[in-house]
């Protein structure tokens, strides 16, 4: 296989990364081009989407392309994805065959495919992905599932808007409280590029039940040493927050509660205080803060922070259509599989 996927920011150097936001700069500042002329993308949904699939759509369009959306078991067939399986359940197709055929169709294959939330040691292997990512023989782009690449990078292009070098800059990665347990893919995906910037990182938590998985931890320190940041776990607030350059807020599920969230809940709502308020801003260094929405107001951050000229969430979230646009326009122009 003579192409890459674009599955996770890891397989991607510094360097790599670098050029896709040079790219995603320039097509911010010209939103039309031709580099999709004459090709497509199939999207596949299995969890539901609004900004991804609206900025990915327009994306295609807007360089000249065409996006295809699909949501198997709703109006595609249900996928099974397992090897050697016995196929007498719900599921009508192999993905075998499914990534198969989509690669004579398109030039690209989008897919979202949040966990199951019910065994993390078999989330974590991200079967869907991976699955799509073996047998297909175009690229395939990760939309979220355990990790989101391409918010990672809309959220990079919109720091770098407002701080320029992000080298040794202060980020906090706070857990929210939220009312349900949430995936922890945008939580990995900050920490990895937080730290692939070089920045110098705080994972704030309430206990050492919500650090994340060790895969995503071991990464992140191994990011920061090698480009000159730092990695550290706190459940203190008040000095997470203090000089802090940028706060960026996420909810996510406690890995050892998987798939036991009723247990799970009375931690959860006993840390409802870790909602980021006026008064935790203002420890910062005139810090920013974002969230890659959706976010449920005065839950997870107050209105004051939403509309305080520090949050450049919406930023960010624009940033998702150039992002995936210089994604979309590098996979295609390599060479076939």
């Known amino acids: 296989m003579q192409f890459r996927h674009f599955l996770s920011t890891q397989d991607y150097s510094r360097a790599e990364l670098d050029e896709l936001l040079v790219q995603a700069e320039a097509f911010k500042r010209q939103r039309l081009g031709h580099e999709l002329r004459g090709k497509s993308i199939a999207l596949l949904f299995f969890n539901n989407s609004m900004r991804t699939r609206t900025s990915f759509e327009l994306g295609a369009q807007q360089l000249g392309g065409h996006a295809v959306v699909l949501s198997p078991g709703r109006d595609a067939w249900p996928i099974e994805f397992e090897v050697g399986s016995v196929m007498d359940g719900e599921a009508e197709e192999h993905i075998a065959e499914v990534a198969r055929v989509l690669s004579r169709y398109v030039d690209l294959i989008g897919v979202r495919a949040f966990p199951r939330f ?82 110098d990182v705080t994972l704030l938590c309430p206990t050492p039940d919500y650090v994340l998985d060790e895969r995503f931890m071991l990464a992140a320190q191994n990011n920061a040493r090698e480009n000159g940041g730092a990695l550290r776990i706190s459940h ?102």
């Not at 347990?181 to 937080?194: D, F, K, M, Q, Y």
């Not at 009723?262 to 969230?291: C, N």
């Open 236 to 337: 203190d607030i008040e000095a997470a927050y203090r000089g802090a350059h940028v706060v960026y807020a996420k909810s996510w599920g406690a890995l050892p509660y998987f798939g036991r969230w009723e247990q799970e809940k009375p931690v959860r709502d006993a840390h409802r205080h870790f909602i980021v308020d006026e008064a935790k801003m203002a420890l910062t260094d005139g810090g920013l803060f974002s969230h890659c929405l959706p976010l449920r107001r005065n839950v997870k951050a107050t209105d004051g922070v939403m509309d305080a000229p520090y949050c450049f969430a919406i930023d960010e979230a624009e940033n998702r259509l150039h992002v995936q646009k210089a994604i979309m326009s590098s996979l295609v122009a390599q060479p076939a599989g």
């Open 118 to 199: 019910q065994d993390w040691t078999v989330d974590r292997e991200d079967r869907v992905l991976r699955g799509f990512a073996r047998y297909a023989t175009v690229p395939v782009i990760n939309l979220e599932t355990i990790l989101h690449p391409c918010q990672e990078l809309a959220h990079a292009m919109a720091m770098r808007e407002r701080l320029g070098d992000l080298q040794g800059k202060k980020y906090v990665l706070t857990w929210t409280y939220h009312p349900r347990p949430l995936n922890t893919a945008v939580a990995n995906s900050a920490l990895l590029i937080a730290t692939r910037m070089g920045m």
